[in-house]
């Protein structure tokens, strides 16, 4: 079995860990699975041998023998179901962890970027300044109702799980705003996964990536 992602040949955040092949590669770690990577260019993304794969012309992907998928919570459930380490054996704690995956995607990161992307890119927008406070709310309500789950726990759902891997990966993009510090429990919760081994070397895969030289190619 070879596993082969795909990733950005020069990644938009230079390598600090919020491209989605950072949740892929996470998630290979924590369950020990060899894995290649195959950069590719924003031209490429575009091309046709990659829209094969990805319709939507996007990364990562993930080829697995006859198998390609994209969509990193579909990928990351994918490794879960198949190897140890990242959903309970119990079928019940395994169907709660799933939906934190779930919520994650659908709950917490639709806000969450519609705010940072406002904060990065819309400053000279007119109503900026009346629309930011807004989408920060939002997010505000979202953390805020997550933290109150959370509680003193270290986890989501007693163990570390696939559903803790999305959501401090969705999570993270918030780091750079603020916002993630006004909620101290849940910066406390992304600490946590960022120091685990296996994020750590996947960030640093990536982050290596995006430090190679133009001369080294890239």
Same mark, same amino acid.
């Given at each position: 079995?070879?596993?082969? $992602?795909?990733?950005?040949?020069r990644?938009?955040?230079?390598? %600090?860990?919020?491209?989605?092949?950072?949740? =892929?590669?996470?998630?290979? !770690?924590?369950?020990?699975l060899?894995?290649? *990577?195959?950069?590719?260019?924003?031209?490429?993304? %575009?091309?046709?041998?990659?829209?094969?794969i990805? +319709?939507?012309?996007?990364?990562?992907?993930?080829? !697995?023998?006859?198998?390609?998928?994209?969509?990193?919570?579909?990928?990351?459930?994918?490794?879960? &179901?198949?190897?140890?380490?990242?959903l309970?054996?119990?079928?019940?704690?395994?169907?709660?962890? $799933?939906?934190?995956?779930?919520?994650? *995607?659908?709950?917490?990161?639709p806000?969450?970027? &519609?705010?940072?992307?406002?904060?990065?890119?819309?400053?000279? %927008?007119p109503?900026?300044?009346?629309?930011?406070?807004?989408?920060?709310?939002?997010?505000?309500?979202?953390?805020?109702?997550?933290?109150?789950?959370?509680? !003193?726990?270290?986890?989501?759902?007693?163990?570390?799980?696939?559903?803790?891997?999305?959501?401090?990966? *969705?999570?993270l993009?918030?780091?750079?705003?603020?916002?993630?510090?006004?909620?101290?429990?849940?910066?406390a919760?992304?600490?946590?996964?960022?120091?685990? +081994?296996?994020?750590?070397?996947?960030?640093?895969?990536?982050?290596? =990536?995006? %430090?190679r030289?133009? !001369?080294?190619?890239?």
């Amino acid at each position: 079995m070879t596993i082969t $992602i795909t990733a950005f040949e020069r990644s938009p955040d230079g390598g %600090k860990g919020l491209a989605r092949d950072t949740r =892929v590669r996470w998630a290979l !770690e924590e369950a020990q699975l060899p894995y290649e *990577v195959r950069l590719v260019s924003f031209e490429a993304m %575009k091309a046709p041998a990659h829209l094969a794969i990805h +319709p939507f012309g996007q990364i990562p992907t993930c080829e !697995e023998d006859d198998l390609a998928l994209f969509e990193t919570g579909a990928i990351v459930l994918h490794i879960a &179901e198949r190897h140890a380490g990242l959903l309970p054996a119990d079928a019940n704690a395994r169907a709660r962890a $799933i939906t934190w995956m779930f919520a994650a *995607v659908n709950t917490l990161e639709p806000p969450i970027l &519609e705010f940072t992307m406002a904060w990065l890119f819309e400053r000279d %927008k007119p109503r900026y300044e009346e629309r930011l406070p807004m989408l920060k709310a939002r997010v505000r309500t979202r953390l805020e109702q997550l933290a109150a789950r959370l509680g !003193e726990a270290d986890w989501l759902d007693g163990a570390f799980s696939a559903g803790d891997l999305m959501m401090v990966s *969705v999570l993270l993009r918030l780091r750079a705003t603020g916002v993630l510090d006004e909620v101290p429990r849940l910066a406390a919760y992304v600490a946590r996964g960022e120091a685990r +081994p296996a994020y750590r070397r996947a960030f640093a895969a990536q982050l290596a =990536v995006n %430090k190679r030289s133009p !001369e080294a190619g890239a």
